[in-house]
């Protein structure tokens, strides 16, 4: 059944960022509807790609082009790559090219890699994009040096392919476990051991004092020699230009958007710049998923077009890491009691289960992809399982 029309006709809408929600964004309204004309304005030259493959594929070599499969011509869609907004004024978006009117406007401008301050970038990779990724796998090679700053997300991955390259790996990380900022110390605790296993040497606990062209120095003056340095410690959403216009969050500068997505009326934002209201989780989310910047973007559009849609997923996200794979879904945030399922020491898998007042609020799951697949419909369910079966591997968890 097609579409019915939408209530609210729009002349022109600009979609700003060229990424998965940028590029999601354009598929919905075209699919619910809109006739208008549509813009995309993207500040890299490249047409859209998946990002997640960039620190896992790309880098071992096993591919390089993670262009998204997309029929722009059909989607009858002015494609402007290699344009950057600068600014915002009601019903203009300011670029480097030249102003543009819009009626309606997404913002999908993603995020950017955080990086160390007084840091030379020549000698310093960061991986956000495909140049990125092309660039620093270039340079791991057999034998080479590389410290990698962050054992976050993308710093486990970046010393996965390291490793598997060949190169001698190490991972310098300020925190007392790896990803302790996204999962807490606990959760994060147990992977420290897959580190040795891969033959990566893991240093916790350890600030980084200065970036040089031959090294890394920590804080309690050990020198780390590297040949490629790696700085991979989290990302901050790409809306400086946007200061001023009121769109932003004081904490962190995502573009503040309610459960409909939407930031002031005709604007919306999706993707990695966005933090929305849940319903679900009485609280405001902002997460980096790449499955939030695939699914998002069909309610900014139902809203932008006038239609009463709300967005209020269960988040996903997963990683591939040092052997392993990792999904995580769910918010365990003021979580009051966490269950293990499995033994996180041996080798099989295991999962973590977080739990606010009886209720299963979040799952980890460490090589087990049917715990995590049960595990979101739990949560979307608000299920209250119970924990003795939940700690027992052998049982299901969606009979737990
Ligand atoms: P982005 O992909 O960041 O795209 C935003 C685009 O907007 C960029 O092209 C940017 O250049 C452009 N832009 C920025 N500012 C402007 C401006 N002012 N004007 C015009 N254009 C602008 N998620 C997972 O769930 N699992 C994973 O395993 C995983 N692995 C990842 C690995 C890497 C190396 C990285 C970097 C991310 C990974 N992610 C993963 C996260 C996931 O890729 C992101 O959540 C997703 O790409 C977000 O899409 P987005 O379109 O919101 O933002």
């Known amino acids: 059944m097609p579409e019915p029309a939408p209530p609210s006709v729009l002349d022109r809408v600009v979609v700003v960022g060229g990424g998965l929600a940028g590029t999601r964004a354009v598929q919905e309204l075209r699919a619910q509807g809109h006739r208008g004309r549509v813009v995309l304005v993207g500040a890299e030259r490249h047409r859209p790609y998946d990002r997640p493959p960039l620190s896992k594929d790309l880098l071992a070599g096993r591919t390089d082009d993670t262009t998204l499969d997309v029929d722009w011509d059909a989607l009858d869609v002015d494609l402007r790559l290699g344009v950057r907004a600068t600014g915002l004024r009601p019903g203009m978006l300011e670029t480097d090219a030249g102003d543009l009117e819009h009626d309606g406007l997404v913002l999908a401008v993603g995020a950017e890699p955080r990086r160390l301050p007084g840091v030379d970038d020549a000698h310093v990779h960061l991986l956000r994009t495909v140049d990125d990724a092309r660039r620093l796998r270039a340079e791991l090679r057999p034998g080479a040096r590389v410290v990698v700053v962050g054992a976050g997300w993308v710093g486990a991955e970046v010393a996965t392919a390291a490793a598997a390259a060949g190169c ?121 998923h790449w499955d939030d910047a695939l699914q998002a973007p069909a309610v900014a559009a139902a809203t932008l077009l006038g239609r009463d849609a709300v967005h209020d997923p269960v988040p996903y996200f997963w990683s591939d890491q040092l052997g392993h794979v990792v999904q995580f879904t769910g918010y365990h945030r003021g979580a009051d009691l966490v269950v293990e399922r499995g033994d996180p020491t041996g080798a099989e898998g295991w999962s973590l289960c977080w739990l606010r007042e009886g209720r299963l609020v979040a799952v980890l799951a460490v090589d087990r992809p049917r715990d995590l697949l049960q595990a979101r419909r739990a949560v979307a369910a608000g299920a209250s399982p119970d924990l003795d079966r939940l700690a027992d591997p052998a049982v299901p968890l969606k009979s737990a």
């Open 168 to 288: 001698r790996t190490t991972v310098v990380e300020a925190a007392t476990a790896p990803l302790e900022g996204a999962l807490g110390a606990e959760a994060g605790g147990h992977t420290v051991s897959w580190y040795a296993a891969a033959g990566v040497d893991l240093r916790l606990s350890s600030a980084v004092a200065a970036l040089g062209a031959d090294g890394v120095t920590l804080a309690d003056g050990t020198i780390l020699p590297a040949d490629v340095v790696v700085v991979g410690i989290g990302a901050r959403p790409s809306t400086d230009w946007l200061a001023g216009t009121g769109l932003l969050r004081t904490d962190g500068g995502s573009v503040a958007v309610d459960e409909h997505l939407a930031a002031s009326p005709g604007v919306v934002a999706v993707g990695d710049c966005s933090a929305w209201r849940s319903r679900r989780f009485g609280t405001r989310l902002h997460v980096e």
